[in-house]
């Protein structure tokens, strides 16, 4: 199976599991490095919903958890006809690791597109100032 097509179906997969009893909106999410490895995250709610996590944060969470600090490609199902992008915060969350990350959006075909289209000029690093240790 073609690798875009695999990390689909895995964001399809991952999205089965999500836990979305508020608002019945299920997303799965699939997120591939460079070496092949896949990490799989879906939403989960909450009845505080400022602490709701959406699938894309829990894919990117787990990878980082595990040591894995470069990808290549995110591939996120929201079980709609339509293309659901991320949403903003995710958007920022991923571009910490690079705005060339390679989008994939279910949808029938699906749609590619790359972080940076999606969030162009985000803050990241190097918006920052160095740490003082290095001014000095």
């Known amino acids: 199976m073609d690798p ?10 991952a999205r089965e599991r999500a836990y979305a009893p508020y608002s019945r909106f299920r997303v799965g999410a699939a ?5 092949g490895r896949v990490y799989r995250g879906c939403n989960v709610e ?4 400022g602490l709701t996590i959406c699938a894309e944060r829990v894919a ?5 958890a595990e040591g894995e600090r470069a990808f290549e490609a995110v591939a996120i199902d929201a079980g709609q006809a339509a293309p659901t992008p991320p949403c903003g915060a995710c958007r920022q969350v991923l571009a910490e690791f690079g ?4 989008v994939l959006l279910a949808a029938d075909p699906p749609v590619v ?7 162009p000029r985000s ?3 190097g918006d920052l100032p160095p740490p003082a240790e290095a001014r000095s």
Do not use: W
């Open 4 to 13: 875009d097509r695999a990390l689909l179906e895995a964001a399809r997969a």
């Open 60 to 64: 990117l969470q787990t990878a980082v």
């Open 123 to 125: 803050f990241g690093p």
């Open 31 to 35: 997120l591939r490095t460079p070496g």
């Open 113 to 119: 597109l790359r972080l940076g289209d999606l969030l």
């Open 99 to 102: 705005v060339d990350l390679r």
């Open 46 to 49: 909450n009845a505080s919903f």
